[in-house]
Structures are given as structure tokens and as C-alpha cells.
């Protein structure tokens, strides 16, 4: 088993398939304009599909494709039914802001994707443009609902919490959920990257998303999927919906942490807050075999030692404090979810 420095083994890959995304959320990527990673640049479908096998190989069990907003990459379900193909991948998701999705649900479910999770951070309209500032509410829900028709099983809606922006958007999204058959997830609004301007006055942590929804309904703890997911789970009473909350912030889970991130350029990063990535992309174009591949990500992985989310957390209650600017960190945008 290939763990690193503080005994966690590699078990779950993000990888982000385009820099490239049609909405400017707020507490993802608020610029209207970026510095795009130029197109030759971009892991191409037989080099994802190559690195891929090789992290299977390590220990992988669970790979993600993200963005960016991947169903932005053209013929996106070339590579899904690449990566389907993997024997020992035990799950392929997506995840997505949903606005192209209706037009390309039955091709993905085709091709071998089963799961999807949609980014919705609000069902009103007006606050929505105000959110994303570009697209349209009624093409996301069109997305998703055109993947329930398709069968997709779980669809996992993702919403980060803002204070002042969607924060009372909770009930509305729980009750939407419950009505239509998806599981739900609250994020705390995090500092990734540094565009977001974060602050921890804006963040809703767990427990007040918590003792809202308790307040109107019941649910049961049923804890970290397989012990290592980012979400503690809870079983709404009398409902098919799981309702999961991430809490980076104020609950952070570094010591469980079993997620190794792809950028769309091909850079290894070994955490969401890492500065650095180390480029596999230029290894592999030099002509790497697999076995080489093997070596140098078994390297990197056996020297991670990152915790961010708890050392921001003992800064955060620390006579100092925690300023997010003070931390460069890879953006979102190239980084992936």
C-alpha cells in the first residue's frame, strides 16, 4: 500500500479535464477575465487515460473529473468510456455546474458515468445571476433533471454556504432536495485559491447549517463515507435524501485525507491549498515508461505531509489569527474541486 508521511494511503483522484468555465462564481473564480493555460498545454485524453491507469495501479480507487467546468472539453465522453474501461476503478463521477448537461446526460450515461454531483448554490433566479453572474438557473435545472431521467444514481447537489449571499438558501435546497429525490451538500465557504478574498466572517460553519435544518427536520449521523469522504453524512428521517456537510474549515480532516488532484496542465498537487504542483505532464512527454511514472508519484506521495485545514484551524483560534492572503495557494480554476 503506498501511503505517506503521516500513514495515509492514495485512494481517491480529482482530475481536472479545462482551466476553462462559463460562470464566474463568487468564492471559485470572481474575474471576468483569466490567463488561460494554453491548449497544447492540456493533458490530452490518451496521456488522463495513461496517468489514470498508472494511479489505479498505486492504489486509486475513485477517480472524479472536474474543471474548470468539464463538459466545457469537447467530447468529454471519449474520455469517460476511456476511464470506464479501468477493471479495478471502483467509481467515476463528475462534477458539474450542470449547463451544459442536458445536452450531453444520455452520451456520459452511455459512455459509463454513473454518478454525478451539480453545483447549485440557490434556487432564486436573481440571486443566482448574482452568484455566477453569466448562464441561466433554468438550463442547470434543465441539467439536472435530464440526468435523473437518464438514471444517474446518486445525483449529489453541492452548495457553498456564503453568509450574506445564499445563506438562506439552506431550507429552500433541503426541501428541493427531499421533493426530487437528491442527496444534498453544504460546503463551508473555504479559501481556496486567492481570488475569493475569504474571510471567516463569511463562512457558515457546520453547526449553524446544522441547527437550522434541525429545526424543521430530523436526521441521523451516519459519518464519512468509508471513513475518508470530505462530507459527514446524515440520513434525512423518512426520506430517501443523505444530507452531507463539508466542513474544511471548522471541522478540517487532513488526518483522513486520501485525495491526490490532477490539473488540467498535468501537475501532481497533494492538497486543495498547495502552492506547488510537481509537473508529471513534462515526464511523461519526455518519454517516461509507466514504470518511471509509478516511481516518481510514489516519491511525491511518500513525502506528502500536508494539513493545511488544521493548521488553519490552530491559526484560526490562535492569538494571531489566520489571514488567507498571507497563504498563496494554486487557484481553483486550474486546480479542480
Keep these: 500500500m503506498l501511503i505517506d508521511t503521516f500513514q495515509r494511503p492514495i485512494k481517491d483522484l480529482r482530475i481536472s479535464v479545462t482551466d476553462r468555465c462559463n460562470f464566474r462564481c463568487s468564492y471559485c473564480m470572481p474575474f471576468d477575465e483569466y490567463v488561460w493555460i494554453d491548449r497544447e498545454e492540456i493533458l490530452t485524453f490518451e496521456e488522463i487515460e495513461l496517468l489514470a491507469r498508472v494511479f489505479v495501479d498505486l492504489g486509486v480507487e475513485r477517480i472524479r473529473l472536474t474543471g474548470g467546468e468539464p463538459l466545457l472539453r469537447k467530447d468529454l465522453h471519449k474520455l469517460i468510456s476511456r476511464l470506464s474501461s ?4 471502483k467509481d467515476l463521477c463528475l462534477t458539474t455546474n450542470g449547463a451544459y448537461l442536458a445536452k450531453q446526460a444520455a452520451e456520459l450515461k452511455s ?8 453545483s447549485l448554490d440557490t434556487l432564486d433566479h436573481e440571486k443566482f445571476k448574482k452568484i455566477v453572474k453569466r448562464g441561466s438557473l433554468s438550463k442547470v435545472l434543465e441539467g439536472l433533471f435530464m440526468a435523473k431521467s437518464e438514471g444517474f444514481q446518486p445525483i449529489k447537489i453541492n452548495a457553498v454556504i456564503e453568509r450574506g449571499v445564499n445563506d438562506e438558501e439552506i431550507i429552500p435546497l433541503v426541501e428541493f432536495s427531499m421533493k426530487h429525490g437528491f442527496d444534498i451538500r453544504f460546503i463551508e465557504f473555504m479559501d481556496v485559491g486567492n481570488a475569493n478574498k ?15 435544518i434541525e429545526e424543521k427536520f430530523s436526521f441521523e449521523e451516519l459519518g464519512r463515507e468509508q471513513g475518508r469522504a470530505p462530507a459527514v453524512d446524515y440520513q434525512l428521517s423518512g426520506t430517501t435524501t443523505r444530507l452531507g456537510v463539508i466542513a474544511s474549515v471548522t471541522e478540517p480532516f487532513c488526518s483522513g ?3 491526490a488532484r490532477l490539473t488540467a496542465d498535468g501537475k ?27 516511481d516518481l508519484i510514489k516519491n511525491i506521495w511518500k513525502e506528502r505531509n500536508d494539513r493545511y485545514s488544521e493548521k488553519r484551524w490552530e491559526a484560526l483560534y490562535s492569538e494571531n489569527g489566520y489571514r488567507a492572503e498571507d497563504h498563496k495557494k494554486i487557484e481553483m480554476i486550474s486546480l479542480g474541486g
Excluded: H, Y
Excluded at 459512455?111 to 451539480?118: E, T
Excluded at 475569504?198 to 437550522?212: A, F, G, N, Q, R
Design 86 to 89: 479501468i477493471d479495478s476503478l
Design 111 to 118: 459512455a459509463g458515468l454513473r454518478r454525478i454531483n451539480l
Design 198 to 212: 475569504w474571510k471567516s466572517d463569511k463562512m457558515v460553519p457546520k453547526k449553524e447549517i446544522l441547527k437550522e
Design 257 to 259: 485525507c486520501t485525495r
Design 268 to 294: 501532481l498537487v497533494t492538497c486543495l491549498f498547495s502552492e506547488v504542483g510537481e509537473n508529471l505532464k513534462m515526464f511523461l512527454r519526455q518519454g517516461a515508461s509507466v514504470q518511471e511514472m509509478k
